[in-house]
């Protein structure tokens, strides 16, 4: 009796060891594809908020109203301080269309700009606008499309101190204007800058 009662207990031990073996790998299974979820789950929401983040830099242009040395304040802008206009302009998505209130006007030459962040990433083609007094030693004349220039401006992140090349030149009055997107969201202040041709009467 007592060799057959050893041997029970010897195959019960080793029936405990196995199962507690298999449960074991069972839930260290489960944990690593919880943790696989989770990583996974991780990177989507880390892509979303970067997602989210492009759009919020994309779409937040406000400014602190502060104007470059040397910019000359219109004197007979069609568009007067406090004047209400629709935004003609897709610089930013829900731009067009919006209903802007002007807080400044100036005149001086606008210019379209490809250039490279100082940030990194791909080149910004055909930014609109950076204006005579934001380029370094721009001088008073018109810069030639295809100049290669030093930007002193800070409308988007990776702008200031960036170098790009002249796309296109327009002698004109520039407006900074306040407005909130048809698409929704908080109120743009000092949006730097639109063009008169980028604005109609309300």
Known sequence: MKPKRLFIGIFTLVLMFMLAACSGNSTD???????????????MDNKNSDDKSMDMGDMDHSGSGEIPAGLKVAENP????????????????????????VVGAFDTIAYAVT??????????????WVIQ????????????????????ADHMEGMDGATGTIDS?????VYMVDYTPTTGGEKVTNHKWVTESELSAK
């Open 29 to 43: 299974n489960s944990t690593d594809k919880g943790s696989k979820m989770d990583h996974q789950n991780m990177k």
């Open 169 to 173: 030149a327009e002698k004109t009055t």
């Open 78 to 101: 069609k568009y007067k301080v406090g004047d209400q206009a629709i935004l003609k302009s897709d610089h930013m998505e829900g731009m067009n269309g919006a209903e802007a209130t």
């Open 133 to 152: 007094e934001e380029i370094k030693d721009a001088g008073d004349k018109a810069l030639e499309p295809g100049t290669k220039v030093t930007m002193q």
């Open 115 to 128: 250039y490279t962040p100082t940030t990194g990433g791909n080149p910004v083609k055909n930014h609109k």
